[in-house]
C-alpha cells in the first residue's frame, strides 16, 4: 500500500484528533502517504483532501473536536453519492481508508467494504459507547466526566436549595452515558431508554428518601429516554418538592479528551492504520479486557451492545 485515507465523520467526539495522529503517524512510519478528507463521506464526495505529513497532526492530541471536521453525509447514502465517492478514491490512488466515528460511519464503511470490495479500517469513535467490539470508545471517558463535573456543581445547588434537580445527558438510543454518570455523581436515580421506569415509583421513592432526611435528589436522566423538562414538571406534581432541570447538551462532545481517551485513541488509531496497511479489511479496531481487538464491522454492527443490569441495580441499592 502506498497510500491510505483517514475521516472522521458523523458527531465528534473528544480523542477524535488523538486517533488521526495515531493512525498518521504509524502510516508515516511504515512509509506509507496519508490524505485526509475533511467533513467525512462528505468530503471525499467532494474531493476536500488534504494531504497530511507528520506535522499537520503536531499539537493536536490535547484539542476536542476534529482538525478533519465532520459531518453526517445524505449524499453517501445513496447508490450515486457512493460511486462517487469511489470515483474520487481511486482517482487519488488512495487504496484504503481508515473510518472513525460512530455506528452510523462504520456502517459507511462497511458498505464501501461490501458493495465495491474496498479496504476498510474503523475506530470506534463516539461519545455515546454503544458500539459492540470495544469496551470504549473513544470519547466516552472524556464526555462522563464533563457531565460529572456539571453535576457535582449543580449537586451544591440542590443541597444549598434542598432542591431535586433533574439532569438531561446525552444518549438518543441508549443509556451508556447516564448509567455511569448516575453512578459516578450517587444520583438518586436514573432513567433510560433501554429500561421502562415508573416516575411514580421514583416520586415515592424521593419522598421516603425526605422522611429519611435526605433534602436534595438528583436524577439523571438520558436525552432518549424522557425530557427532563417533563420530568421535572411531573416530580415537582407529584412530591410538592421545589424542582429545577439541566439538559446539558453538545458541551459533553467538547473539551481536551481525558489521558484514558488519548492513549486509547492513540493506540486504536495507530492499529487500524497498521493494519490496514498489513491487509487486513472490513473490521473496526477495538479494546476489550485491555488488550487491543479486531472485530469483522458485520459482527460490529449486528451486535447490540447491552446495558449492565448491575450497574443499573446498583444505582438503585446507593440511593437507600
Ligand atoms: O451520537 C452522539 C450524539 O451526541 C448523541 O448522544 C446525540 O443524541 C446526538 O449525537 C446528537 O446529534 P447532533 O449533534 O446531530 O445534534
Redesign the pocket.
Known amino acids: 500500500m502506498k497510500k491510505l485515507g483517514v475521516i472522521t465523520s458523523?458527531?465528534d467526539?473528544p480523542g477524535m484528533n488523538a486517533a488521526v495522529r495515531g493512525t498518521v503517524r504509524a502510516a508515516i512510519g511504515r512509509g506509507v502517504k496519508v490524505c485526509g478528507f475533511l467533513h467525512g463521506y462528505r468530503g471525499i464526495i467532494g474531493e476536500e483532501i488534504w494531504e497530511m505529513d507528520s506535522k499537520s497532526v503536531g499539537g493536536i492530541i490535547s484539542q476536542g473536536g476534529t482538525v478533519l471536521r465532520t459531518a453526517?453525509s445524505e449524499e453517501f447514502r445513496t447508490k450515486e453519492g457512493r460511486d462517487q465517492a469511489m470515483e474520487i478514491l481511486r482517482e487519488n490512488e488512495v487504496e484504503g481508508l481508515v473510518v472513525i466515528g460512530?455506528d452510523g460511519s462504520l456502517t459507511g464503511a462497511r458498505t464501501l467494504y461490501e458493495e465495491y470490495g474496498y479496504p476498510v479500517v474503523g475506530v470506534p469513535g463516539?461519545?455515546?459507547n454503544?458500539i459492540s467490539g470495544t469496551d470504549f470508545s473513544v470519547g466516552f471517558d472524556t464526555a462522563v466526566n464533563t457531565a460529572l463535573e456539571a453535576i457535582d456543581k449543580i449537586r451544591d445547588t440542590a443541597y444549598s436549595h434542598e432542591r431535586v434537580f433533574v439532569v438531561e445527558v446525552?444518549?438518543?438510543?441508549n443509556g451508556f452515558?447516564a448509567l455511569e454518570v448516575a453512578l459516578a455523581s450517587g444520583a438518586e436515580a436514573v432513567l433510560i431508554p433501554e429500561v421502562p421506569f415508573s416516575l411514580l415509583h421514583i416520586c415515592e421513592n424521593l419522598k421516603q428518601a425526605r422522611g429519611r432526611g435526605k433534602r436534595s435528589s438528583i436524577i439523571v436522566v438520558a436525552?432518549?429516554a424522557a425530557r427532563a423538562s417533563d420530568i421535572k414538571e411531573f416530580i415537582q406534581r407529584n412530591t410538592g418538592f421545589e424542582a429545577r432541570y439541566i439538559v446539558l447538551g453538545?458541551m459533553?462532545?467538547g473539551g481536551s479528551p481525558t489521558s484514558f481517551d488519548r492513549v486509547l485513541a492513540l493506540r486504536l488509531g495507530a492499529l487500524a492504520a497498521n493494519r490496514l496497511i498489513s491487509g487486513y479489511q472490513g473490521e473496526m479496531v477495538g479494546m476489550e479486557g485491555g488488550k487491543l481487538v479486531a472485530h469483522p464491522l458485520s459482527y460490529v454492527l449486528s451486535t447490540e451492545r447491552m446495558i449492565d443490569p448491575e450497574k443499573l441495580l446498583l444505582v438503585d441499592v446507593m440511593a437507600q
Open positions: 458523523g458527531g467526539a453526517r460512530g463516539s461519545i455515546d454503544d446525552m444518549g438518543r438510543m452515558i436525552e432518549g453538545h459533553q462532545r
